[in-house]
């Protein structure tokens, strides 16, 4: 997959969606919970395959601040004082491509640690 950049990052806070249109034409609409859940930090995602943490209780997380990191990445500051993350620009595009399943399969975790998610802004 060639590496595709961002040309539009557009983070509308009321939804708490973060927009990311690509320089191939897709545009992805991320919620905020998706991007937390889904962190490149260490603390989530582990140190390797099969160490990834399930992040629970981030139904309304929200971001504070978008910080780009050179020109191949993004560090997201969240509400729940998360910040570790790096977001590349191969990252978020991965998320976008592959969006709906790894949200199914974030559902189909908590469901399987006994967690009830509520609906945002519950």
Not at 50 to 66: M, P, R, S, T
Request: hydrophobic share 30%.
């Amino acid at each position: 997959m060639s590496k595709q950049v961002p040309t539009e990052i557009q983070l509308h806070q009321k939804s708490r969606v973060l927009e990311v249109a690509f320089d191939d034409g897709r545009r992805f609409e991320f919620p905020c919970e998706y991007l937390r859940v889904y962190s490149p930090s260490a603390e989530v995602a582990g140190h390797g395959p099969g160490q990834e943490v399930l992040q629970i209780g981030k139904e309304d997380v929200g971001i504070n601040a978008i910080e780009q990191v050179g020109n191949y990445a993004v560090q997201l500051v969240f509400d729940d004082n998360h910040d570790t993350g790096l977001y590349s620009w191969e990252y978020l595009y991965e998320l976008g491509i592959h969006q709906e399943q790894r949200w199914k399969r974030y559902l189909e975790r908590l469901e399987e640690a006994g967690y009830q998610r509520k609906a945002p802004g519950e």
